[in-house]
């Protein structure tokens, strides 16, 4: 049934589900305290002043929930991802030239779904997938994700493989870098000057799947016109210490959601401790200090 339903909506007009969607953000940043608090939260760590962002950004987010059926279902030539402005493609070509793989990584900001898809249209693409925690909603997931080019891979030891089998044969790969990692699967690194539980894998995968990384982020414009997906290297070379190379990551996105912030998902649990992994560093004398 839920499928049906998204099926149905993709064909309304993007700006019309993006504006519902707004309507609908903004209702649950009035109702849900918690939804509230957390957004608030997390733009005061990064040093914004909630009060003068905080509704822009529950407004965007909700912009991103109306567009998915859009952005998953619709095909052809009206499908969203022929309304996509490139910015930066000669960075990818002169990584595939060279023969290696591209791993792209996209912060939680703007349409972060529509960049795979527009990079499926020059190269094969792999991105990892972590099933929904309802059952009900796996159909729905996986039936959004099957086009051409777009393979999944799962959020486990097999679908790490299966990333470095697509890099090695100079294919490309997608990540959300900001996501919380399970345990095991990360370290402690400084994001927007907190520590967050950072996945190590995007410099594993550097290192051992020939790849290089260009960072991605699609910009929803106004009036559902569409996206701006602008395409970049990441701006030095990685360390090959995870703790060093996880904080290199956290400063390259910090520096990509600064550009338009109202466009980030502030109220995602970025800060939380998975299960079985360390705690958090105590902070320092200087940083309780500056607290």
């Known amino acids: 049934m839920l499928l049906r339903v998204f099926r149905w909506l993709s064909v309304l007009p993007l700006g019309l589900l993006q504006s519902l969607g707004a309507a609908l953000g903004l209702l649950v940043y009035a109702a849900s305290s918690v939804y509230r608090q957390r957004l608030r939260a997390n733009m005061q760590q990064a040093g914004y002043a909630p009060e003068q962002l905080a509704r822009k950004a529950a407004a965007q987010a909700g912009r991103m929930v109306g567009e998915l059926p ?29 023969g290696m793989g591209v791993l792209y990584l996209t912060p939680h900001l703007g349409c972060f779904e529509i960049s795979a898809q527009a990079a499926a249209l020059w190269s094969p693409i792999t991105v990892m997938f972590r099933p929904p925690r309802k059952a009900v909603l796996l159909p729905l997931a996986l039936a959004s994700r099957q086009r051409h080019n777009l393979a999944t891979a799962p959020a486990n030891l097999a679908g790490v493989r299966q990333l470095l089998r697509a890099l090695r044969a100079g294919e490309s790969v997608g990540l959300l870098p900001d996501q919380a990692p399970g345990s095991g699967e990360g370290v402690w690194a400084d994001f927007f000057g907190r520590p967050a539980y950072t996945m190590t894998l995007p410099a594993r995968l550097v290192q051992l799947g020939n790849a290089r990384i260009i960072l991605a982020s699609a910009l929803r414009l106004p009036g559902g016109r569409g996206y701006t997906l602008t395409l970049e290297p990441f701006p030095e070379a990685l360390d090959a210490d995870p703790q060093r190379a996880a904080t290199q990551i956290n400063r ?40």
């Not at 095909?75 to 060279?98: F, L, M, N, S, Y």
């Not at 550009?259 to 970025?270: D, F, G, I, S, V």
């Open 252 to 291: 390259a996105l910090e520096g990509l959601i600064r550009r338009c912030p109202e466009q980030y998902l502030w109220a995602y649990n970025r800060y939380k401790t998975p299960s079985g992994a360390p705690p958090p560093p105590a902070p320092t004398i200087a940083e309780e200090s500056a607290s």
């Open 70 to 98: 859009v952005v998953w279902f619709r095909r052809g030539a009206t499908a969203p991802v022929h309304r996509v402005q490139v910015i930066g493609k000669e960075h990818v070509d002169a990584v595939r030239a060279q």
